[in-house]
């Protein structure tokens, strides 16, 4: 919506899937390999000196990119936690905290109260603050860091009625109590955790509406009707083809597979067929014993240190009643369950943000 209300607008987003170009956008255009060379040779010393993280120096990177392009507003997308993560050193304009969920516990926390804690580090003095989910053990945690920072929490009131999932969109009437905000809103956002993204974008623009940005309704059509087109997002209920339905997403944690095997239960389909990896910063049988039992698995991995060995998730897998093979490289995994698939069948590859990303035709 801010790109499309004209505003030149940088999005810093992470992991990457194909390029590390991917990480830093200007009105949906990466930053360019040269421009990536360039920063380095200009920051070598810095960097010899500092010896930052590979995520703190493309933080930098991409401030710096930013800054040097005189963006109207960037989209800043926080690490890992949020209190000790780099990207926090800014003073936004709004400050965005999604639902939270099991994930990073090693270093985040066990409960969903500590977790909450980490991320109400990006709560700052005096700037408005948009939570898009209502959480019981979160939310006083939230209210306390709002409190000490003299500043408010503010709760989506959004109510969505007529809500329609098809293949490469989502569409919903939006109300305010009983009175209609938006009716027939587009968004080729897709998947049922959308619902609650959404909630926490049009509460955003609302708050940025207050602080001098003029997004109108046309704007707000326009800019979520083709997100995926004006930021090049990939791996989230990304479609790669039909007949048969092949879907990714990168959902990776307890809440995001909760949310993918949703939406695979709205999906039509005679026979699903699920390509399935993981990290193993992830305890497996929580995840596993979240997936569908009617589905034959091919248990893969991606070609990275982190990756669950293949064999050893499919033996978990195979513990609580999943049943299929095991075939290490993603892409013949997917292969082997398009050659047993007919053409009203649904074959979805996921667990792991690498695993997408190892996708030949991403």
């Known amino acids: 919506p801010l790109q499309c209300a004209g505003y030149k607008t940088g999005l810093y987003t992470s992991p990457h899937l194909k390029s590390f170009t991917e990480r830093i956008r200007i009105n949906g255009r990466e930053i360019s390999e040269p421009e990536v060379v360039a920063f380095v040779d200009q920051h070598i010393d810095a960097i010899k000196t500092i010896s930052p993280s590979f995520f703190e120096m493309t933080v930098a990177m991409a401030f710096d990119h930013f800054a040097n392009h005189r963006v109207d507003i960037a989209i800043i997308e926080v690490g890992l936690g949020g209190r000790l993560d780099s990207t926090n050193i800014i003073l936004p304009e709004v400050s965005v905290i999604t639902n939270i969920g099991y994930d990073h516990q090693a270093m985040l ?19 408005p603050v948009v939570v898009s989910e209502y959480q019981e053990e979160t939310a006083p945690v939230f209210a306390a860091k709002a409190k000490a920072e003299d500043t408010a929490i503010i ?13 490469d969109k989502l569409q919903l009437d939006v109300y305010k109590g009983d009175k209609v905000f938006l009716s027939d809103l587009h968004t080729d956002l897709q998947g049922n955790y959308q619902l609650k993204n ?10 940025l509406k207050k602080t001098g940005f003029n997004v109108g309704e046309e704007s707000i059509r326009s800019g979520l009707g083709k997100v995926k087109t004006l930021t090049g997002l990939k791996g989230r209920w990304q479609v790669l083809g039909t007949e048969p339905l092949i879907v990714c997403d990168t959902g990776h944690n307890e809440a995001g597979i909760a949310e993918v095997v949703a939406k695979i239960a709205t999906t039509t389909y005679t026979n699903l067929y699920i390509v399935f990896g993981m990290v193993n910063d992830k305890p497996p049988q929580k995840i596993l014993r979240l997936l569908p039992k009617n589905a034959i698995y091919y248990f893969c991995q991606a070609d990275i240190p982190r990756a ?5 998730l499919a033996l978990e897998a195979h513990e609580i009643g999943l049943q299929g ?17 007919g053409k009203d069948d649904f074959v979805f590859v996921g667990g792991s943000n690498f695993v997408v990303a190892a996708l030949n035709d991403l």
């Open 109 to 127: 926390g066990d409960t969903l109260a500590q977790i909450a804690g980490e991320k109400a580090g990006i709560i700052k003095n005096r700037v």
């Open 198 to 207: 959404l909630q926490g974008i049009l509460q955003t623009i609302e708050v």
């Open 325 to 341: 093979e095991v075939e290490p490289d993603v892409n013949i995994a997917l292969a082997k369950a398009l050659e047993k698939a």
């Open 308 to 312: 669950i060995d293949a064999n050893i």
């Open 155 to 167: 709760y989506p009131k959004y109510n969505f009625k007529n809500i329609r999932f098809s293949l």
